[in-house]
Antibody, heavy 123, light 107 residues
Framework: QVQLVQSGAEVKKPGASVKVSCKSS????????VSWVRQAPGQGLEWMGW????????KYAQKFQGRVTMTTDTSTSTAYMELRSLRSGDTAVYFC????????????????WGQGTMVTVSS | DIQMTQSPSTLSASVGDRVTITCRAS??????LAWYQQKPGKAPKLLIY???TLESGVPSRFSGSGSGTEFTLTISSLQPDDFATYYC?????????FGGGTKVEIK
């Protein structure tokens, strides 16, 4: 059974960075890309970007270009999302989610999701 | 980026009702559309992909239709477990986008 387990809640000050991890188990990690989606309190889902598990390809939403970096560590089957220059509007639950189909070239829809990581940005 | 617009944003319905949610894309996405269900405090759950294909394990009362720019999610007979928020997502482009969501509430 495929499972994604994310790191714990974070509290950060404005201007700081946060790095959220997403550890995969139950499938061949290198065959499936990972998307990152966030959800501000009481708001809808926002797709941030995607990385192929082999780290060759990344796609970021324009809104986050230059402020986000997505990486993977195939040795531990873990994906990471780092967001820099945090502001209060970045307060949200951050989800990782794995591609439904094996592919290495483009983002796909997600059928397995992590439990979410709450990131709070406050002075 | 392709914009996705859902309507209504909130829907009040009773158990047993037939419910329809609409999702419109700002440009043609063929049938590259998925629907998710999300309950409070939980991750989204994939219901439908390629506009009308039911994900394994999803009850058959859920159905999807449409192509191009207009899509619908229908719940044929609303059950207590279906009260949740529903999101569409396009995956035609390399930048995926979600609709704003439709909250299905108890009437």
């Amino acid at each position: 059974q495929v499972q994604l387990v994310q790191s714990g809640a974070e509290v950060k000050k404005p201007g700081a960075s946060v790095k959220v991890s997403c550890k995969s188990s139950g499938h061949t990690f290198t065959n499936y890309g990972v998307s990152w989606v966030r959800q501000a309190p009481g708001q809808g889902l926002e797709w941030m970007g995607w990385i192929s598990a082999d780290e060759v390809n990344t796609k970021y939403a324009q809104k986050f270009q230059g402020r986000v970096t997505m990486t993977t560590d195939t040795s531990t089957s873990t994906a990471y999302m780092e967001l820099r220059s945090l502001r209060s509007g970045d307060t949200a639950v951050y989800f990782c989610a794995t591609d439904r189909m094996m592919n290495w070239n483009y983002p796909d829809i997600s059928d397995i999701w992590g439990q979410g990581t709450m990131v709070t940005v406050s002075s | 980026d392709i914009q996705m617009t859902q309507s209504p944003s909130t829907l009040s319905a009773s158990v047993g009702d037939r419910v329809t949610i609409t999702c419109r894309a700002s440009q043609s996405i063929s049938n590259w559309l998925a629907w998710y269900q999300q309950k409070p405090g939980k991750a989204p759950k994939l219901l439908i992909y390629k506009a009308s294909t039911l994900e394994s394990g999803v009850p058959s009362r859920f159905s999807g239709s449409g192509s191009g720019t207009e899509f619908t999610l229908t719940i044929s007979s609303l059950q207590p477990d279906d009260f949740a928020t529903y999101y569409c997502q396009q995956y035609e482009s390399y930048v995926l986008t979600f609709g704003g969501g439709t909250k299905v509430e108890i009437k």
